[in-house]
């Protein structure tokens, strides 16, 4: 039997699977993604460098890293060429050895977060390197929210949404992996979803709708699942409510040990780790339209409608989120094993750079949009555009290539 | 009434189900097709993860 309703990923294709040179990459990344659990601790590392010298400047160090050190590595080492057979697939897919070092990671982010909650209240700081250190631990909880969304998708091992609702915690976003599964894997490339930015947006413009947004999806869709089951929303069934009671029950504890500091420490540490999340929403779709069928609906996601990045150290950062088009292909596949493929659309860095440059709209702008316009060759009706611009936008740029 | 043998799939990520009494005839899909008849390269209609991603429910 054939179907109509099947050409999602027929026509691409993965790159070339794996030689024996990068067949042994890929078995060497099985060490490399030990740094998940060796990040979180760089805000500690700087913060204990800080200390000995007592130049409080270095609390800022995870900063820098995320946003000067990262895309100058990911400039210097380049692309990642590798993508493991099916052979490998099989084999490498199934390991509980990655799984092991999520759970890892799960415990770093909260020694991370506890330890500079330490570090800001026990020593003499300037205001300045305070905040330095609450930023460092907000970059933290942005890579935290990348293992919760790895986790969180692993819907049927409940070892893994239990450390995806852990590990969200730390800044407290457990709604996201409700919120990112059941709405933004359904709506992405859409004016509806509040997770894809549109051409002409800015950053600024985005979160305002994306975190309200995503909060009031994830509560409607946790509500009616549980209304289903004839529970109600406010109950501890609620997994909105789980990781939250978690989040509250640290952060009062931190409070009460570590002093009203933590007030804005928290605060600031559990914001720039949801901003990390915005600039990632921001970058995996910006401006990416699925069109409508005959009947109004939207055709199926297909790899054009997400941003890659193939870039080889922040892709083991970031668990090869990166590799964003097979992750919404097969949204379960598990980061050892996310593929590369051919005749996407393709980032000029990789996210540490693009999040940098996300902040600074005119530079977004004119690096993003004329990527846009090439991906809907020149036709601004195939473009998510924000409404608020679409005539400027279409005056300037509408010039649908014609068929010859 | 319904075939006993007839089988439902969840989708483990947006929770779509699909029920092989009803099919999915929007999508070629007759009603009746069993799960493992469908193509392999078909994919959720609501958010476009792989057959793979389908998980046997109740």
């Not at chain 1, 027929?10 to 790159?15: S, W």
């Not at chain 1, 859409?190 to 800015?202: L, Q, Y």
Request: charged residues 20%; hydrophobic residues 40%; aromatic residues 12%.
């Amino acid at each position: 039997m054939t179907s109509k309703a099947t050409q999602l990923y027929a026509d691409a294709h993965p790159v070339a699977q794996s030689d024996e040179k990068d067949s042994a990459w890929i078995k060497s990344k099985r060490y490399w993604y030990w740094i998940s659990v060796i990040l979180p601790a760089a805000p500690l590392i700087s913060s204990y460098f800080a200390i000995e010298t007592g130049y409080g400047i270095l609390l800022w160090f995870t900063v820098a890293l995320m946003y000067a050190i990262l895309p100058f590595i990911d400039r210097i080492v380049g692309l990642d060429s590798s993508n493991p057979s099916d052979e490998l697939v099989d084999k490498l897919k199934d390991d509980r050895y990655y799984v092991y070092i999520m759970y890892l990671a799960t415990a770093m982010h909260w020694v991370s977060l506890v330890g500079m909650a330490y570090v800001v209240s026990h020593f003499e700081w300037s205001w300045i390197s305070i905040l330095g250190g609450a930023l460092s631990a907000g970059i933290v909880n942005g890579v935290a929210l990348v293992a919760g969304h790895e986790m969180g998708h692993k819907v049927n091992d409940k070892a893994q949404v239990t450390c995806a609702k852990l590990i969200l915690a730390c800044s407290g976003y457990g709604h996201f992996f409700i919120e990112h599964n059941k709405g933004h894997h359904r709506h992405v490339a859409t004016p509806e979803d509040p997770a894809s930015s549109k051409m002409g947006e800015t950053i600024y413009k985005f979160v305002k709708r994306e975190i309200p947004g995503a909060f009031k999806r994830a509560w409607e869709l946790e509500a009616e699942r549980l209304h289903r089951m004839g529970k109600s929303e406010w109950s501890l069934s609620n997994e909105i409510i789980q990781p939250a009671l978690v989040t509250v029950t640290a952060y009062t504890l931190m409070t009460a040990y570590f002093g009203p500091i933590m007030i804005p420490f928290l605060a600031i540490a559990a914001a720039f780790g949801w901003w990390q999340l915005t600039c990632a929403n921001y970058v995996e779709h910006y401006g990416l339209l699925r069109q409508k069928d005959d009947k109004g609906r939207y055709e199926r996601c297909q790899p054009h409608h997400s941003w890659n990045s193939n870039h080889k150290a922040s892709n083991l950062i970031l668990l090869h989120l990166q590799r964003h088009s097979d992750h919404h292909a097969h949204p379960t596949r598990p980061y050892q094993v996310l593929r590369d493929f051919e005749d996407v659309p393709v980032l000029p860095s990789g996210y540490p750079w693009m999040f940098f440059i996300s902040m600074i709209p005119p530079v977004w702008f004119s690096v993003m949009n004329p990527k846009v316009i090439e991906w809907a060759e020149g036709d601004m009706n195939k473009v998510n555009l924000d409404a608020d611009v679409r005539d400027e936008m279409f005056k300037r740029y509408h010039n649908p290539k014609v068929a010859a | 009434m319904s075939n006993p043998e007839y089988k439902k799939y969840c989708c483990v990520t947006c929770d779509l189900i699909y029920d092989e009494e009803i099919g999915f005839p929007e999508e070629g899909i007759p009603a009746g097709t069993l799960f493992e008849d469908i193509p392999d390269d078909w994919t959720c209609p609501e958010c476009s993860a792989s057959k793979s991603d389908f998980f046997l429910t109740n």
